[in-house]
């Protein structure tokens, strides 16, 4: 009878970077099981790349010309054709490695890539509802068969063929305090705003009324996020928020783009 089994495949963990010194290591050392831990890093003005290399990581420098192109970057720069991609930011819980490892024993078969849950950290809590859990990602899979997509700063995996979840959580710590919240919204929004304005997408007073009202109640009481307390009015206020700062810059930039010069 021919056996079934199948060589375990190589894995390189994938990780973009930028002034992450604080983070990188223990992202790092979650990633312990993986072949090759491959940091891109866009020219950290801290230690960096020096904790990266110290923690056994293959480091590249590299300009910034934003998420996606980064992240596709450093995949296709990975040795091997399976690919775990975090952040800096984020964890690979015990759990969750346990499942990756077990699938890459047999080979990673049945599917082009996972899915995972990804648990947050905020404000010295974890959120378990809102849009915040289990805001699943797609984070492990083969690059012969997927490549980064989406649009600035929201990028995505685009996977050409069957996907799986996993169960155990891509612990995240996205925020160092309530300051870089507020500073990652604005940077964000700034962002997004270009990148619709671009794309020949338009605001409208409706739009700048309507949609962040709507995010709010949507996120607050559909997605359950009142059963995070105060955090989850909180939450659900900066997620109203940040499209009222994404439509709002829209409106400014169509409008400048009509304003006769002077």
Known sequence: MANSTREPERLTACIIAMNEEDRIGDCIASLSFCDEVLVVDSHSSDRTREVAEQ????????DWPGHVAQKEFTIRAASNNWVLCVDADER?????????????????????????PRL?????RWIRHGNWY???QLRLFDRRRGHWGGHDPHDKVELDGPM?????????????????HLRTIDTYTTTMAQGLFDRGKRS???????????????????????????RGLLLAYLAAHYT???Y???????RAENQPEQ
């Open 244 to 246: 009222r700062l994404k």
């Open 120 to 124: 947050c950290s905020y404000l010295g």
């Open 134 to 136: 289990p805001d699943r």
């Open 55 to 62: 923690a056994g990581a293959r480091v590249i420098e590299r």
């Open 92 to 116: 690979i819980s015990p759990e969750l490695r346990a499942e990756i490892e077990a699938l890459q024993n047999t080979g990673f078969q049945g599917a082009a890539g996972w899915n995972m």
């Open 204 to 230: 409208s007073v409706a739009k700048l009324v309507l949609n962040p009202t709507w995010k709010f109640l949507r996120f607050y009481f559909l997605k359950r996020s009142f059963l995070d307390g105060w």
């Open 164 to 180: 799986l979840t996993l169960r155990g959580d891509l612990i995240h710590h996205p925020y160092r305090n309530f300051g870089d």
């Open 248 to 254: 709002a810059k829209l409106l400014v930039l169509q």
